[in-house]
């Protein structure tokens, strides 16, 4: 029996795990375990996500909570580290780019237990984005590294990252995604909107100084007139509205919201204006166009071949793209290689090839 340990904690952890549990379940020589952070607690941050993706639910939940960087991370970390001990499993996997995801591979890593990182490779180069050190930390310590594009086996190989260990497998995420698209289309369409930007921002970047977000929610409110704005909105990102006094009666503002119900928002949307890394993607592999406001996307592919478009903090540029969308000129974009639904089943076939060699 192979022990495998899966470890989540925020939101887009979850829609990544799933195919991969999903695919190794029906392997008769695997054994899984989940282990949940709690980096995410709120019911419509985690739990939703557990039920409509059919995850099974946590095997132990560390409940770890909101803190600084340090304090989060240290805290995975000391209450990791007994579980790991306890149920010793043969390989761990950890998902994405989130504090947990590296505070798990770093705690593996002094335990000799292998590390599988899915969805390695990926890089923003830029190194005021926490997710950027998280990448490149739990790249360098993982034993395996599942990529999704041919940017990932680049970036880790120009790491020194032996090829042995690199394989690239496509995107989980756009599994889930075809997986419950149908689901998503069934939801009842909501007539209020008949044209709307669906809206999603939440990095430190966008949302943490008062002086950018205000510009930002100017500029959101500009858009309003020309079409409905509808932004579910990340509870990182309602305290910093709310500090910023301003009316916002012309945006739909609402809580976040769950998987099938947002990939259902995002499929009948005129256009997506996000600083999300993952919807970047599934705009891209939805064919809705997408601006993202950030100077820099660690998932370059989405502008290379979908799509995407960088819009940064320039509200000018943001302006002039959303007027092509609304004139019918939206960029026109192609499904990235092995965005085919068959990731998840990849990983299990490598992970069930036999003893892996991790010297
Ligand atoms: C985290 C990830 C980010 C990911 C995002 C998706 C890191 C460094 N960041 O950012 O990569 O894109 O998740 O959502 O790991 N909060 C709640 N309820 C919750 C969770 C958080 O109210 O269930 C609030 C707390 O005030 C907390 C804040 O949101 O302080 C930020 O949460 P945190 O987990 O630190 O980072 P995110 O911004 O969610």
Redesign the pocket.
Known sequence: MMQVLHVVG???NFMKAAPVMRALHSREQVQQSLVHTG????AN??DVFFSQLDIPAPDVNLDVG?GS?AR?TAEIMSRIEPVLLERKPDIVLVYG????TVAAALVCSKLLIPVAHVEAGLRSFDRTM??EI?RMVTDRLADLLFTPSEDGDRHLQSDGVEAKRIYRVGNVMIDSLIRLLPSADACPKNDLWDQYALVTL?RPSNVDDGVILRRILESLLEVSTHLDVVFPV???TR?RLAALGMNFARLHLLEPMPYIEFLALQRRAKVVITD??GIQEETTYLGVPCLTVRENTERPITVEMGTNVLVGQNMDKLRLELAGVLDGKAKLGAIPPLWDGHAGDRIAEILCRGPISFQ
Not at 39 to 42: E, I, K, L, R, T
């Open positions: 925020a939101r887009p980096q995410h607690y709120d941050m985690s909101s960087h989060q780019d989130v504090n947990s926490p997710e998280n939440h990340h509870p990182r305290q999300s890394g």
